[in-house]
T-cell receptor, first 108, second 114 residues
Framework: QKEVEQNSGPLSVPEGAIASLNCTYS??????FFWYRQYSGKSPELIMF????GDKEDGRFTAQLNKASQYVSLLIRDSQPSDSATYLC????????FGPGTRLSVLP | DTAVSQTPKYLVTQMGNDKSIKCEQN?????MYWYKQDSKKFLKIMFS???????INETVPNRFSPKSPDKAHLNLHINSLELGDSAVYFC?????????????FGPGTRLTVT
């Protein structure tokens, strides 16, 4: 059974800093990886997906994938208080598996 | 336009009752899902339908029965509700069941069983 692990946090960073969120997964054959943001009381919202080893950038967000280490990360540059949310890592497939999420708090 | 919608948004009911949650997507997607997010915020898949056919059926009590009348709709019926069923239920959809497709979530239905 696929497992996805994340530090539950909370991860606190000052405004303007880089927030680094990490995720590991158990199934070495996994091919697709997704980062979702979930504000309290709201639904998960897709931020980025990544399929290939290396970095993928989209605005202030960078996803990093290392399949050899079974490791995915999300970097948020110039963090803003509005980035304060729970970030969910998910491994794709017919059976999407989500990690428990990391709560990020960006302090003004 | 709302891409994935769910009704109702809130549902408060007593133990033993039967209730339904409805989901609709206007994205033209073939695959729809039901997830349960419990009080610890863990998001777990329950069911998945591809083009009206059940393709994922996780270990869920058989009091839960999904139905997909067409590929744009996926409903969830729950019989004999229990206290432990209290959670937020999310519907989601994707282009297809392929491993590379992302999923888009509805706003959720908060079910409270008293």
């Amino acid at each position: 059974q696929k497992e996805v692990e994340q530090n539950s946090g909370p991860l606190s960073v000052p405004e303007g800093a880089i927030a680094s969120l990490n995720c590991t997964y158990s199934d070495r054959g996994s091919q697709s990886f997704f980062w979702y943001r979930q504000y309290s009381g709201k639904s998960p919202e897709l931020i980025m997906f990544i399929y290939s080893n290396g970095d993928k950038e989209d605005g202030r967000f960078t996803a990093q994938l290392n399949k050899a280490s079974q490791y995915v990360s999300l970097l948020i540059r110039d963090s803003q208080p509005s980035d304060s949310a729970t970030y969910l890592c998910a491994v794709g497939g017919q059976n999407f598996v989500f990690g428990p999420g990391t709560r990020l708090s960006v302090l003004p | 336009d709302t891409a994935v919608s769910q009704t109702p948004k809130y549902l408060v009911t007593q133990m033993g009752n039967d209730k339904s949650i409805k989901c609709e997507q206007n994205l033209g997607h073939d695959t729809m899902y039901w997830y349960k997010q419990d009080s610890k915020k863990f998001l777990k898949i329950m069911f998945s339908y591809n083009n009206k056919e059940l393709i994922i059926n996780e270990t869920v009590p058989n009091r839960f029965s999904p139905k997909s009348p067409d590929k744009a709709h996926l409903n969830l019926h729950i019989n004999s509700l229990e206290l432990g069923d209290s959670a937020v239920y999310f519907c989601a959809s994707s282009l297809g069941p392929d491993v590379l497709y992302e999923q888009y979530f509805g706003p959720g239905t908060r079910l409270t069983v008293t």
